[in-house]
């Protein structure tokens, strides 16, 4: 390492602040994604830790330096790299929609097995996935499930055009469509009703009043829209098991993520409801509960049936 990059290295260390919800951050892959993107390279930075940095000329060492004054002015670093890591994918990543984290990666896992279940024998199956935003979610399906049919929408039209840019970028364009739209309402046809495999979700879940108290590294770069879960922090999950029903298969699944503190709340909403039943609760590391799996019963009741 060069003394202007151990000088850089330095500058990181002594300002970094650990951010909880990217983890696998730290000042060293981050000089490295830093290094990568100044050299026309970007890599994210679980990519970049790997990575062999090629050598900088004087413009790139320039570039370098003003994308790591960036960075400490608290821009993310996935906006500074157009790149983020999700389940074995290298996203583009931008401030069109939130920057996929590892938190989701939970929920991304417990998908994936169940989308492979549905889809076992040869059977076509479908999954859904709602508030898309880069298409993480639906494409992390489709790379590792073998002949399912997957969709995403996303109320936000930038959204979807980073998605529809992912699935390029992936091969994927054939396997996974996006759609604009509010929630469900992309969907609401007799081709989609009652026969979802898998209905998946990681909705805008803090409430409207704590949003100013959030980092400003992701209220000030990223798209309130994308996190922004209304009064509660629940209006759009309320929302997703009301009529979620109408559109997932008897035996099929309902999953998405919850904020911190939703999740037993959430839980006891979806025992009581009798669309829905064994219910599972997703713990992280810490032991709070960050996901949950509801499966569609057979009864037919209310508005969900």
Known sequence: MTAASERRLRTLQAHWQTAHDKPEETPENTLQALWSAAAGMPLSAVAATAAVLPDLDADAEQRLDALLAQRLAGVPLAHLTGRQHFLGLELLAGPEALIPRRETELLGRAAIELARAAATHGRNAIAIDVCTGSGNLALALALHVDGLRVFGADLSEDAVALARRNAALLGLSDRVEFRAGDLLAPFDDD???????????????????????????????????????????????????????????????????????????????????????????????????????????????????
């Open 191 to 305: 081709a989609f009703h009652g026969v979802v495999d898998l209905l998946l979700c990681n909705p805008p879940y803090i409430s409207s009043g704590k949003v100013g108290a959030m980092p400003e590294e992701i209220s000030a770069h990223e798209p309130r829209l994308a996190f922004d879960g209304g009064p509660l922090g629940v209006s759009l999950l309320a929302r997703l098991m009301q009529d979620g029903g109408r559109f997932v298969r008897p035996g099929g699944w309902l999953a998405f993520e919850v904020g911190l503190g939703q999740g037993a709340a959430m839980a006891r909403r979806l025992r009581n409801d009798g669309a829905w039943d064994d219910v599972r609760e997703l713990m992280d590391d810490s032991g709070a509960v960050r996901a949950l799996l509801a499966r569609r019963s057979d009864r037919v009741t209310g508005e969900n049936g």
